[in-house]
């Protein structure tokens, strides 16, 4: 094929692509009833005249939590007007003057200024027009743990949750997103006294709840027969093996990109296993050849570190020892090494402030040696 018929070809397996992006919310919401229902109690006061409640929602990485928080939001403001629901991406918006930007834009329908405005004013105006319109606010703040190393959560989670105190009537609440709930240890006592969550768990998918999944977004994505049985059975035992739903769902799209590109009207195991090659499971070794020298030191020194278990603060002192970094370096290069989802941190609750975080690789030391 070439270039040009990539790009314009009119035949294709694809009745809606847009059901493999990230963003998409599906029109049924699989094996996240019970989620969907405590998230919906949480915002029933809402509907009559109260606060919303807040909640933590807590769950590994792809286990539903964004979607399901997207979806509730979607339904809540499609049956009410009592109610503004604003979701919040943490990754992105790591400042308290960007996170109440967000929120303006979605009550204003544009956002503020980047100068010149003070953010009491941008406050400020959300907070009235919730009384003049007799509304509630609901924020979710997905990825909040970013907040932390921004060293931002406490101010925000502050603003949001005690708005009532300086403006009597603003109804607010706050449901943070997470892996882990170790964060409320970070939390100041003048905010954790106020943000009494309602905790909702969303644990890992079964093998068998992967393939429902998977096989509504072969029906809305592709034409009838483009994937049989067995392919499907093949992918969600590949998502499966590796906990990730994102997974499956990158591995649908990629492998009917490859199947398109064989003018083929079915997808294939082969196309699967060339798929496979390209996703985060393939691409490992793409990852760790685009880290800096630093970066690429400071991961082999974890997967070479003796202790039994990994803390950051452990791992600064015999790296800078070694290497000569100030803590601000090390900590880039740790979160860079998560944000490419090489490792995990958890917050454990200890240290100073219970500031101290867990460091758990996820790749076996053996995966990451063969590349590094």
């Given amino acids: 094929m070439t270039i ?60 539903g939590k964004t979607t399901a928080l997207r979806k509730i939001f979607q339904i809540a403001e499609g049956t009410s007007d009592k109610l503004y629901c604003v979701y919040v991406n943490c990754q992105i918006s790591t400042t308290r003057f960007n996170i109440f930007s967000d929120i303006y834009e979605h009550l204003m329908g544009h956002r503020p200024p980047e100068t010149g405005i003070p953010f009491s ?71 954790s006294s ?20 998977l096989e509504e ?35 649908l799209s990629t492998s009917g990109d490859l199947a398109e590109r064989d003018a083929s009207k079915t997808i294939k195991m082969s196309h699967v296993d060339g798929a496979v090659k390209n996703t ?3 691409s490992l070794k793409s990852t760790l050849e685009a880290l800096s020298p630093q970066e690429a030191e400071l991961l082999d020194f974890i997967v070479n570190y003796e202790e039994e278990e990994t803390t950051a603060g452990s791992l600064y002192q015999s790296f800078k ?7 601000a370096s090390f900590d880039r290069a740790l979160k860079k090494l998560e944000l490419l989802r090489i490792i995990d941190t958890h917050f454990t609750g200890k240290g100073v402030k219970g500031n101290s975080r867990l460091i758990i690789l996820r790749f076996t030391p053996e995966e990451i040696i063969k590349y590094l």
């Avoid at 919401?29 to 807040?54: V, Y």
């Avoid at 009494?196 to 709840?209: L, T």
């Fill in 121 to 191: 004013r941008i406050y400020g105006e959300i907070m009235k027009k919730l009384i003049q319109e007799e509304k509630a606010l609901i924020v979710a703040l997905d990825d909040v743990n970013h907040l932390f190393y921004s060293k931002n959560a406490n101010q925000v989670f502050y603003d949001i949750l005690r708005a009532h105190e300086v403006f009597k009537g603003a109804r607010t609440g706050l449901f943070a997103i997470i892996s882990d709930i170790e964060f409320r240890f970070m939390l100041d006592k003048n905010v």
């Fill in 194 to 213: 106020i943000f009494i969550p309602k905790e909702v768990v969303f644990n890992p998918y079964r093998q068998e709840e992967m393939k429902d999944i």
């Fill in 280 to 282: 985060s499971v393939g």
């Fill in 321 to 327: 020892d070694r290497k000569k970094v100030s803590y």
């Fill in 4 to 63: 040009e018929d990539i790009l314009l070809g009119e035949e294709t397996l694809f009745r809606d692509i847009s059901a493999f992006n990230p963003d998409y919310i599906p029109d049924r919401l699989l094996h996240r009833d019970s989620q969907m229902e405590s998230l919906a109690m949480c915002l029933r006061p809402a509907f009559r005249g109260g606060k919303p409640k807040n909640a933590v929602v807590l769950g590994a990485p792809a286990t």
């Fill in 217 to 251: 977004r072969v029906k809305t994505g592709f034409y009838s027969e483009v994937m049989s049985e067995d392919v499907l059975e093949y992918i969600a035992e590949l998502a499966y093996s590796t906990g990730d739903m994102r997974l499956g769902i990158d591995l």
